[in-house]
C-alpha cells in the first residue's frame, strides 16, 4: 500500500502560503533552536515529507511563531474571509480556529483554503 505524505508544496498549500515560505521556517527554526519546525516523517532524494495527520500539530507551530498566535500575524486571504464568516455565525476567534484545525485534521487531502471555502459555502446554504 502507498503511503502519502505533504512535501514544503503541500504544506505551504494547506497553510496557504508559498513553498518558499516553509523552505525559510525550515531554515530559521532547526531542531536545535527555540521554536524547531517539526521534523519531516520521511526524506526521499533530500525532500522532506510530513504525514498529512500531522498537519494541524504544524499549524499549532506556525501559530505559536513569535507576531502569531494571540492576535499577532496576518493571516491569509482565505483565512480572513472564513474568520469574517465565522464571526456572523456567532463563533470567536478561538472557536473558530478550532473548528477550522479540526476540519483541517479530518480532511487532510484539502488545503486551508478549500476548507475555509466549503464552511463559508456550507453556511450560506
Avoid at 56 to 73: K, N, Q, T
Avoid at 81 to 88: D, M, N, P, S
Wanted: hydrophobic share 35%; glycine share 10%.
Amino acid at each position: 500500500m502507498t503511503e502519502h505524505f505533504l512535501g514544503v508544496l503541500g504544506i505551504g498549500e494547506a497553510l496557504g502560503v508559498s513553498r518558499h515560505a516553509v523552505h525559510k521556517w525550515r531554515s530559521r527554526y532547526p531542531s536545535d533552536s527555540n521554536h524547531p519546525f517539526p521534523e519531516p516523517d520521511v526524506e526521499v532524494d533530500g525532500a522532506p515529507g510530513w504525514r498529512a495527520d500531522r498537519l494541524a500539530e504544524i499549524v499549532r507551530w506556525r501559530d505559536g511563531l513569535p507576531g502569531r498566535g494571540a492576535g499577532g500575524g496576518r493571516p491569509s486571504a482565505a483565512r480572513q474571509e472564513y474568520l469574517r464568516a465565522a464571526t456572523v455565525r456567532g463563533l470567536d476567534r478561538d472557536e473558530a480556529m478550532r473548528a477550522l484545525a479540526t476540519f483541517t485534521e479530518e480532511f487532510p487531502e484539502m488545503t486551508e483554503p478549500e476548507i475555509c471555502a466549503w464552511l463559508i459555502e456550507t453556511w450560506r446554504r
